[in-house]
């Protein structure tokens, strides 16, 4: 089983790095992402918790903007994490979360749901990029709100009078930047039309002139017809087929391995890393 993207509370996972190798294992992964959002922090944890029989794909996703503020998610994998120019762009991401999440709890309290940034810092591992789902936990401990899933229908979605931006590179910056650090770069589930408005299928063409090399298909996001027209777009352009779960332990309801990637595809995406950078021991 292959499962290329996953969180951990180096980002907005209920689960650390190392439970969530030992997850991993005992579900029957054989290869798994860590792909916390714009951070390779969790990477030295995974790496310790590793055991013989579980191989892995270190990376990361990194949320971008296109020039029309569509948010885009982006997948590396196999980057040289040392690389100096990517570590820039992910720290530059993060370090904007906090003004980001300033603006955001003014937002909410002027209108009467009272939250403090000191309140969502409390709900936020130690080391973990800042994102809306902490300001999510913040809101249900306070009580305003039932569930993450909650928290976001109403309050947090990214058409939300309450939502603001980060500063993010653009997808075909960070598939740039992701090439140039040798790794691989999956767009993740870009048709996912429930999270709000999406990439089109033009779009494309200049994703592949930055150097995208695959497509998420296999997303729990995804609809059967996105599921199938993806799949069309790959083929014609030749870009690699996966699946995974994005699990982040209890902070969603997906499951680890719940969607996975044919091992033909991974063996075709690894090789498309200028090294053999998989953890295998
Ligand atoms: P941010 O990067 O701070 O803008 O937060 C975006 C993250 O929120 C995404 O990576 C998702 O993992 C998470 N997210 C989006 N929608 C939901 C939802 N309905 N429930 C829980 N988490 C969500
Ligand atoms: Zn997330
Ligand atoms: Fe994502
Ligand atoms: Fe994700």
Aim: some cysteine; proline content about 3%; overall charge negative.
């Amino acid at each position: 089983m292959i499962d290329l993207h996953t969180h951990t509370t180096n980002s907005d996972g209920t689960d650390s790095p190392h439970a969530l190798v030992n997850k991993a294992l005992s579900a029957g992964i054989k290869i798994l992402g860590v792909t916390d959002h714009d951070t390779t922090s969790g990477w030295e944890d995974a790496i310790r918790a590793r055991r013989a029989d579980l191989q892995l794909a270190l990376g990361a996703e990194i949320s971008c903007l296109t020039e029309d503020g569509v948010a885009v998610h982006m997948l590396g994998l196999l980057f040289d994490g040392h690389d100096s120019k990517m570590q820039v762009m992910l720290e530059e991401s993060r370090d904007s979360r906090l003004p980001r999440m300033r603006k955001m709890t003014e937002l909410l309290t002027a209108d009467g749901i009272d939250i403090s940034l000191e309140e969502v810092f409390a709900a936020m591992p130690e080391g973990a990029t800042l994102g809306r789902p902490h300001l999510a936990d913040a809101l249900v401990a306070k009580g305003h709100v039932a569930s993450r899933d909650e928290a976001f229908a109403d309050l947090l979605h990214n058409g939300s009078k309450y939502y603001v931006t980060h500063i993010a590179p653009t997808p075909e910056d960070a598939i740039r930047k992701i090439r140039s650090a040798g790794g691989v770069a999956v767009i993740a589930h870009p048709f996912a039309t429930r999270r709000g408005q999406t990439l089109s299928a033009m779009s494309f063409p200049s994703l592949i002139e930055a150097g995208l090399n695959g497509v998420e298909v296999d997303h729990r996001d995804h609809s059967q017809d996105e599921r199938q027209q993806l799949r069309g777009i790959a083929g014609d352009l030749g870009l690699v087929i996966t699946g995974a779960s994005d699990y982040h332990g209890t902070g969603k309801l997906n499951s680890i391995g719940e969607n996975q990637t044919d091992p033909a595809e991974w063996e075709r995406l690894e090789s498309l890393a200028d090294a053999r950078r998989v953890v295998t021991e």
